[in-house]
C-alpha cells in the first residue's frame, strides 16, 4: 500500500501544479487586459495632450509632452465651431431621448416579462428582429418632412427614439425576468396597483437596468452622424458631430490642435455618464444572461 507520506507528497505536488496554473493563467488574462487597456486609453491621453500644444509644438513634438499648456486651442475652437450651440442640441437632443426610452423600455420591458399577453413573444421577436435592422434613410426624411419637423431637434429625437427603443426593451426585459414575482405579489396584497407597484419597488432595483440602458443610449445618441446630417440643415440645429466635421474644414485645412481641443470638451459629457454609473453598468448588462 501506498504511504501516507508517499500520499502526501502527491497532494503536494498536485496544489502546487494548480496554484503554478492560475498563476500563469492570472499573468496572461492580466497582461491581456493591460494591452488592450492602453490600446484604448492611449489614443484619448495622446488627444487630450495634443489639445494644450501650440500647431508647431504639435508637428515637432507629437509624442512628448506640451512644453507650455495651454487654454488657446480651446477657446478658438469654442468660438469657431460654434461649440456652446452644438453642445447644447446634443445635450437636449441625447437626454431626451434617454429619458423617454429609458421610460417607454421599462414598461414595454415589464409587460413583456410579466404579464401573459396573447401575442408576447410575436412581440419580443419583432424587436429583436429589429435591434440591427437599418433605418431606411429616404422614407424617413419623407416622414419627417410631411409631419413638418424637418430641421428641428423634436424631428431628431423621435426617430432616434425608435431605433433605441428595441435594445433597450431586450435589456429591461432580460432583467424584470429574474426578479422575484413575490415583490409585486406582496404589494398588491397590502393593497397598491399593478401601477403603484412598478413604480414604487419595481423601478428602484432595476438600478443596473437603468445604468446600461442610459450609456448605451447616450452614447449612441450624442455619437450619431448620419440623422443630423440628414435631418438638420441650420447651424443653428447642429449637433456636436456636425458641427465638428464642418470645422474640420472651416479654413480650407484642418487645424488639428484646435480639433483636439474641441473632440476633448466633447468627450467630457459621456465620459462623465459612464463614470457616474459604471458601478451598476456590467450588472445590467449580465442580468437575466442565465434565465433570460
Known amino acids: 500500500m501506498e504511504s501516507s507520506i508517499d500520499q502526501r507528497s502527491r497532494a503536494t505536488r498536485f496544489l502546487t501544479g494548480v496554484r503554478g496554473e492560475r498563476i500563469i493563467l492570472n499573468l496572461t488574462s492580466h497582461g491581456i487586459l493591460i494591452f488592450f ?17 501650440s500647431r508647431g509644438e504639435l508637428t515637432s513634438n507629437v509624442w512628448g509632452l506640451p512644453q ?59 424587436f429583436v428582429l429589429t435591434m440591427q435592422a437599418p433605418v431606411p434613410i429616404i422614407p424617413l426624411y419623407v416622414m419627417i418632412a410631411k409631419i413638418g419637423l424637418m430641421d428641428t431637434l423634436a424631428g ?49 432595483v432595476s438600478t443596473p437596468a437603468i445604468a446600461t440602458v442610459t450609456i448605451l443610449q447616450f452614447l449612441a445618441t450624442w455619437n450619431d452622424f448620419v440623422n443630423p446630417l440628414i435631418l438638420l440643415h441650420s447651424a443653428a440645429r447642429q449637433t456636436l ?15 488639428w490642435e484646435q480639433v483636439f481641443a474641441a473632440l476633448t470638451m466633447g468627450s467630457v459629457p459621456v465620459i462623465i455618464i459612464y463614470l457616474l454609473m459604471q458601478r451598476w453598468f456590467i450588472q445590467g448588462l449580465t442580468s437575466g444572461a442565465i434565465k433570460g
Open 37 to 53: 487597456t492602453i490600446l484604448v486609453v492611449f489614443p484619448v491621453v495622446w488627444m487630450v495632450l495634443a489639445s494644450f500644444k
Open 68 to 126: 507650455v499648456f495651454t487654454l488657446d486651442n480651446y477657446a478658438s475652437a469654442w468660438e469657431a465651431a460654434h461649440l456652446g450651440t452644438a453642445l447644447l442640441n446634443s445635450i437636449i437632443v441625447a437626454s431626451v431621448t434617454t429619458l423617454l426610452v429609458l421610460i417607454l423600455a421599462m414598461l414595454g420591458g415589464y409587460a413583456l416579462a410579466r404579464f401573459k399577453l396573447r401575442f408576447t413573444v410575436a412581440i419580443f421577436l419583432l
Open 241 to 255: 458631430p456636425i458641427a465638428l466635421q464642418a470645422f474640420s474644414y472651416t479654413f480650407g485645412r484642418t487645424v
Open 156 to 204: 431628431l429625437i423621435l426617430p432616434t427614439i425608435a431605433s433605441g427603443l428595441p435594445l433597450a426593451i431586450f435589456i429591461f426585459r432580460a432583467f424584470f425576468r429574474q426578479l422575484p414575482g413575490e415583490l409585486v405579489e406582496a404589494a398588491i396584497v397590502d393593497g397598491a396597483t399593478q401601477w403603484t407597484a412598478f413604480w414604487r419597488i419595481v423601478v428602484p
